[in-house]
């Protein structure tokens, strides 16, 4: 496609699919610099636009490290189609002076709705029960094995903000009892708080893992923490993969000391565990939780509201505050 006239440039390494599902109102409004469809090398690619490029969108999966910043001098700000930004080295861009903005809240309903699923899934057994039909088995042996009740249950979701505020909205419809962990106590919510999460785990029958992904983050559900779960208990983990000790997991699962998962996201996307795939147990979910058309058109939208306030000298939409 052309470059047209007088519209600011937009570099894309990987598209994002709010731009594949909805390029036109991106095009519309940019010049899109499409590495993806060059055939140069991507770093030749950079080079030859590094002294023109202000603005870079990309998705969850691609690496905006200190390597390619320095392969863009011009380089002013990083638009992620993602909640967490967790893909973009925010320590290299604060030094560069490089602005950050995230999709803010635009995936937070239907983020918590599939949490809810995966829950409501191994709890009644939905997925295994289904299977269980498909291979003729209903009839050859009879009626299938009792689920779990959702009603009572006592939920610990780990990261309250507006996705973890969400799932714990659903799951108080459902009649549940909520608590939480987070970076800090919300004063405004009667929900009560734990500062420490293997606490959170010994005095709930599910854990909800909802934060984003951080050095303090990582593998922060641990062997201890599963332990503290118990037998009874489910996990189910809508934040990042690796947030969860894989390896932890898949021992606790296979050993019976706990109950279940519902895992939409991995550690080594997106290559999962062979132990796990065959667990009737575990519902497994491709990373999509976001994936619905609502929410990638919304998140779409919020790109381009920061992407024309950035060329407007306007305030971004939704900045990701640096700590």
């Not at 690496?63 to 863009?72: G, K, T």
């Not at 959170?200 to 934060?211: H, Y």
């Not at 599963?226 to 997991?249: C, F, H, Q, T, Y």
Request: hydrophobic content about 40%.
């Amino acid at each position: 496609m052309a470059p047209l006239p007088n519209l600011p440039e937009v570099l894309i390494i990987n598209p994002p699919p709010a731009f594949i599902c909805f390029e036109s109102h991106f095009t519309h409004k940019f010049n899109i610099l499409r590495a993806w469809e060059s055939p140069l090398p991507l770093d030749q690619f950079l080079t030859t636009h590094a002294h023109s490029v202000q603005a870079l969108l990309c998705r969850a999966e691609t690496p905006v490290n200190a390597d390619l910043l320095r392969l863009l001098s011009a380089l002013k700000i990083v638009v992620s189609a993602s909640t967490g930004a967790d893909q973009v080295d925010k320590a290299e861009c604060r030094r560069r002076g490089i602005a950050v903005t995230n999709a803010g809240n635009a995936y937070s309903e239907d983020v918590a709705d599939l949490a809810v699923g995966l829950f409501l899934d191994v709890n009644r057994k939905i997925s295994a029960a289904d299977s269980y039909v498909r291979r003729g088995l209903w009839s050859s042996r009879g009626d299938y094995s009792l689920g779990s009740k959702i009603g009572g249950k006592r939920v610990g979701v780990v990261g309250l903000g507006s996705i973890g505020y969400e799932v714990a909205k659903r799951f108080e419809a459902f009649g549940c009892k909520i608590s939480y962990n987070s970076r800090s106590k919300r004063q405004s919510l009667s929900y009560p708080f734990y500062s420490n999460v293997s606490e959170l785990a010994a005095d709930n029958d599910a854990l909800i893992i909802c934060c984003g992904l951080t050095d303090e983050t990582r593998h922060m559900i641990n062997k201890e923490v599963l332990s503290a779960l118990g037998k009874d208990g489910v996990v189910v983990n809508i934040g990042r993969g690796a947030i969860i000790d894989e390896k932890a997991l898949v021992r606790c699962l296979v050993n019976g000391e706990i109950r279940g998962a519902g895992l939409d996201v991995f550690e080594n996307e997106p290559h999962i565990p062979k132990e796990i795939v065959a667990m009737d147990n575990v519902v497994l979910s491709p990373h999509k939780a976001v994936y619905t058309v609502e929410s990638v058109k919304e998140g779409g939208e919020v790109m381009i509201a920061n992407l024309e306030a950035f060329f407007s000298n306007k305030p971004l939409v939704t900045p990701v505050i640096y700590s």
